[in-house]
């Protein structure tokens, strides 16, 4: 029995250890975003954040999440193959909002060996 019981342990930790080796994994060419200064005159600005699958399964992305209704993500639903690249457009509003400098995050959940990511984008928003 105590044979049998070590056996399926070991097998659990070798499938275990199997899969963590075929994981997804997310590389961002950069993480924050510097829109700089600029005027409310024109408070529509965009980026894009570019990323690598740099693991060895498909790359899936199960949530992006702005931190506030005034930055908006949008990327392909599509997983990234092994060592293909994608992108993350990010387009911030500032239509209403008070001048100054602002900071918002953007969080990408995926399945890779890192889940959860955090980008950044801010500015400089001068009045009239």
Excluded: W
């Excluded at 600029?38 to 990323?51: A, E, G, I, Q």
């Excluded at 790359?59 to 990327?75: E, F």
């Excluded at 500032?94 to 602002?102: E, I, L, R, V, Y």
């Excluded at 995050?105 to 399945?111: A, D, G, L, Q, Y």
């Amino acid at each position: 029995m105590k044979k049998f019981l070590l056996m399926t342990l070991m097998l659990v930790f070798g499938l275990t250890f199997a899969a963590a080796q075929n994981q997804a994994e997310i590389k961002f060419d950069k993480l924050t975003y510097d829109f700089g200064t600029f005027s409310d005159d024109n408070p529509v600005h965009k980026t894009t954040f570019t990323f690598t699958n740099v693991g060895k399964a498909p790359l899936v992305i199960n949530q992006i999440v702005a931190s506030c209704g005034c930055t908006i993500p949008n990327y392909d639903k599509r997983p990234i193959a092994p060592g293909q690249k994608g992108t993350i457009d990010v387009t911030y509003n500032g239509t209403g909002k008070f001048p100054g400098h602002f900071k918002k995050s953007i969080t990408v959940r995926t399945n890779g060996k890192v889940e959860m990511t955090r980008l950044y984008i801010e500015g400089v928003m001068t009045g009239k």
